[in-house]
């Protein structure tokens, strides 16, 4: 096993304790509350506490999952720290008033970040929308409760680079606002206008210090107009205080369910206190566009205990403890002939924690990335870990430590090398065609409350499938297989900031056929296509000798 920068990986890790008092304000009343939250040394996960029947999951019939993939909101973001579950739990034995309990947040944020204001909000996606809520308003309720109606409003455009278009910018758009795209400073200079009530971006490597659009090279354009400018930077290590402020940024906001382990539920958002105070009006509990956007008094505290607790956290031990688990894994894995294991240690700020890549000849082994990734997702214990698929016969996973709670290691080292290890015959050849598919398709979509009618035009070469998916709003194309009478395509929708993959799978009968459509995130839809019977119109074409005699 490879171990590489480890100090330049641990270089980057917050700056802790410039502004947090001695004494966090939670202290005293954690401990008067009556919390039943476990105290005492991390708890170690052994194979038979995860498997057991009294998890609270299973008695839903849920299985849990022991996460290598980081902080992803489908299988949970991240586990709570001890601190905030206290500090929930206090929080949900008095009433209080939330103005009051917001007013009180955002200065102990301030005292603990350095930033001028702080606030707390149903997620980080809520964040960026209640915060251009506030940009477009000014924190002026009769044009808060016209939202999404911008008319007549004096701002009501959002400039976005366009490498920092997402899927999570939704949260801006529900707004209403007119994005704007940019590419170039130039571009930048241009749009910018008396319309403009923002501008946002994402971290990463484009808006890094250099760059031609970096964060400092938007904020030299926007701060003279007094455009305030948000960067994204949901799943990136809190530093203390917040660098992306320091360089150029009016707002910075945070996942509260990410690298902070606070609630999954929350985010953090620092910076100008005018703007964040009126952020805090476009949210519930006050009415208007961001009352579907409710936190609670227990995420809002709990969220404060986060940062109360990020601040006094040995960051360094976390990255040793880290380290070690990698290197049980890798130490089991190790004898299995032809794997091989290397550490990466990122550098930056976001998804920040060591990485396991596992590597193996797939011919050799006779399974994939994808096919080992399922294996362990989908049986017991299941685990999550990322595919990275395949490349010049080499299949690649990895093993992110962030979210890995003390013990996993074990379990996730002994079921890699069950499963690498197995010995397996290489895989049978596809099967003949049982139809050829070439032709026009018609298409009907079940989805969960509706149905779609799409269209189909296939080409087949021996097993292999292409052709087109016409859908509805689109014509994109189609690549697949047909095996024996069992067919597998894949097209994909892609429009800014958002792409969906349809994943079909089902088996054919004559002139039909019918299965599943696999959506990802989307959960999964039903098919069922019918050749088309028309016979194609023939008609003789005459070519005029030159220009037309007659009109």
Same mark, same amino acid.
């Given at each position: 096993?490879?171990?590489? /920068? ?96 917001? +007013? ?15 606030? %707390? ?32 409003? +004096? $701002? ?7 490498? &920092? ?12 606002? $007119? ?13 910018? #206008? ?38 994204? %930077? ?43 105070? &009126?952020? *805090? ?28 607790? *990020? ?13 070690? *688990?990698? +290197? ?39 399974? /994939? ?27 690649? %996973? ?42 026009? *398709? ?9 149905? &779609? ?29 047909? +095996?024996? #009478? ?66």
């Amino acid at each position: 096993m490879k171990r590489r /920068n480890v100090i330049k990986g641990l270089a980057m890790l917050p700056v802790a304790g410039a502004v947090l008092p001695a004494q966090s304000v939670l202290g005293n009343s954690l401990a008067e509350s009556g919390s039943t939250a476990l105290k005492g040394p991390e708890a170690v996960t052994t194979a038979a506490s995860f498997m057991a029947d009294t998890n609270i999951f299973r008695r839903i019939g849920v299985e849990p999952v022991i996460n290598c993939m980081g902080t992803y909101t489908i299988i949970g973001g991240s586990i709570e720290r001890q601190a905030v579950r206290e500090a929930m739990e206090a929080a949900a034995h008095n009433f209080v008033q939330y103005d009051e309990l917001a +007013d009180g947040i955002g200065q102990r944020l301030a005292d603990l970040t350095g930033a001028e204001w702080g606030m %707390v909000s149903a997620g980080c996606a809520a964040g960026l929308k209640h915060i251009t809520a506030a940009c477009v308003t000014g924190g002026n309720p009769e044009k808060l409760i016209r939202i999404p109606d911008l008319t007549g409003f +004096d $701002k009501d455009e959002v400039i976005i680079p366009r490498y &920092s278009r997402n899927a999570y910018d939704h949260g801006i758009r529900n707004i209403g606002v $007119k994005i704007v795209h940019v590419s170039t400073p130039e571009e930048l200079e241009m749009a910018i #206008n008396p319309k403009t009530a923002m501008i946002y971006l994402t971290a990463g490597a484009a808006s890094e210090t250099g760059q031609p659009l970096s964060l400092e090279v938007i904020s030299s354009f926007a701060k003279p107009k007094n455009i305030p400018v948000l960067i994204d %930077v949901a799943a990136q290590n809190l530093t203390i205080p917040p660098v992306h402020l320091k360089r150029g940024a009016t707002l910075v906001a945070y996942s509260g369910g990410k690298a902070i382990c606070g609630p999954q539920c929350a985010g953090l958002m620092l910076g100008d206190k005018s703007i964040l105070m &009126s952020a *805090w009006q476009a949210s519930s509990p006050h009415h208007g566009p961001g009352r579907d956007n409710k936190v609670g008094r227990e995420e809002m505290i709990g969220m404060m205990a986060a940062v109360e607790d *990020w601040v006094k956290r040995d960051h360094a031990a976390d990255w040793k403890k880290w380290l070690g *688990w990698l +290197d049980t894994i890798s130490k089991k894995i190790a004898p299995i002939e032809g794997v091989k294991t290397e550490v990466y240690e990122p550098a930056g700020l976001s998804n920040k924690s060591p990485v396991l890549y596992v590597r193996w000849d797939t011919n050799k082994l006779n399974i /994939n990335s994808f096919e080992l990734a399922e294996e362990l997702g989908r049986n017991k214990p299941r685990i999550a870990l990322a595919s990275r698929g395949e490349t010049d016969g080499i299949s690649t %996973v990895s093993i992110t430590t962030g979210q890995i709670q003390a013990g996993e290691e074990k379990i996730i080292a002994d079921r890699l090398f069950e499963v690498l290890s197995k010995k397996r015959s290489p895989r049978p050849e596809m099967s003949a065609p049982s139809a050829n598919l070439a032709g026009l *398709w018609d298409l009907n979509i079940k989805f969960f409350s509706s149905n &779609s009618m799409h269209t189909l035009n296939i080409e087949q070469d021996g097993n292999w499938l292409s052709g087109t998916h016409k859908a509805d709003f689109d014509t994109r194309a189609v690549a697949g297989t047909i +095996d024996g #009478n069992k067919v597998r395509f894949e097209s994909t929708i892609k429009i800014i900031a958002d792409n969906i993959n349809y994943l079909f799978q089902g088996t054919v009968s004559g002139d039909s056929m019918s299965g599943d459509i696999h959506l990802g995130e989307y959960r999964t839809a039903t098919f069922t296509a019918n050749r088309r019977k028309s016979t194609p119109a023939r008609k003789r074409i005459q070519i005029p000798a030159g220009p037309p005699l007659a009109t």
